[in-house]
């Protein structure tokens, strides 16, 4: 049973830092695309970066220059490094991990950056 566990969410003053942890179980992990998503209130969940198996990033626009994604393969371990915090940051993050035809995804941890 695949399971994916974020942390790292906290409240953080405009132009502060935060890291997102995501550590996953169940699955081999090496092989898997993993991607961070966001949903603020009244909002779709969109894709904030993404990070495959073999090293590829992609980025949101807006977050671009800001947030970094990176994994760690022995801990089994996916990060999000976002600074320079703006207000529409602000949103549940979730980690997804993907391979072929399976999916998973965490519980979410909030983020809300104030100005």
């Known amino acids: 049973q695949a399971q994916l566990v974020e942390s790292g969410g906290d409240l953080v003053q405009s132009g502060g830092s935060l890291r997102l942890s995501c550590t996953a179980s169940?699955?081999?992990?090496?092989?898997?695309?993993l991607s961070w998503y966001r949903q603020a209130p009244g909002k779709e969940r969109e894709l904030v970066a993404s990070?495959?198996?073999?090293?590829?990033?992609d980025y949101l626009d807006s977050v671009k220059g800001r947030f970094t994604i990176s994994r760690d393969n022995g801990k089994k371990a996916v990060y999000l490094q976002m600074n320079s915090l703006k207000p529409e940051d602000t949103a549940v993050y979730y980690c997804?991990?993907?391979?072929?035809?399976?999916?998973?995804w965490g519980q979410g941890t909030q983020v809300t950056v104030s100005a």
């Open positions: 990070l495959s198996a073999d090293r590829k990033t």
């Open positions: 169940g699955i081999s992990f090496s092989f898997y695309k």
């Open positions: 997804n991990a993907r391979h072929e035809t399976r999916t998973s």
